[in-house]
């Protein structure tokens, strides 16, 4: 296999992912908002920023699929953002906040997958 073909199917697999995360998470954040899914001491921002993400996970991933360079710096977005709210997630525990353990490691593999979904990215344009 090439270079260009080993980078577009990275991007490809990169894409695929993007998009199959990003349909589970809008799916189960959806549910919860609409009070089909019970998920105990959910902190309201966290959720509504995953699952308006997972939005932003499919775009992103439609243009990894495609190949598209906007894909990139969507991705290193979404990745930023990500970070952020799981600071902002800290804090709220810091002060006491009420709050899942399955939210810390939803946030840790939301990071992980973006953190490298964006790498692949930034390689691929790169011509790396």
């Known amino acids: 296999m090439d270079l260009m073909n080993k980078r577009g199917s990275l991007l490809r697999v990169a894409g695929g992912v993007a998009i199959g995360f990003g349909c589970l998470t809008v799916a189960s954040g959806g549910a919860t908002l609409l009070g089909g899914l019970e998920m105990g001491a959910v902190v309201?921002?966290?959720?509504?920023?995953?699952?308006?993400?997972g939005l932003a996970y499919i775009l992103a991933g439609f243009g990894l699929w495609q190949a598209r360079r906007w894909a990139y710096p969507l991705s290193l977005g979404i990745f930023a953002a990500t970070l952020l709210v799981f600071a902002g997630f800290g804090q709220h525990v810091f002060q006491g906040g009420a709050?899942?353990?399955?939210?810390?490691?939803?946030?840790?593999?939301?990071?992980?997958?973006?953190?490298?979904?964006?790498l692949v990215a930034r390689q691929a344009f790169s011509g790396r």
Not at 44 to 53: D, E, K, M, P, Y
């Open 99 to 118: 709050f899942e353990m399955r939210t810390v490691f939803a946030m840790a593999l939301r990071s992980a997958v973006w953190g490298t979904i964006a």
């Open 44 to 53: 309201a921002f966290v959720l509504w920023f995953n699952t308006l993400a």
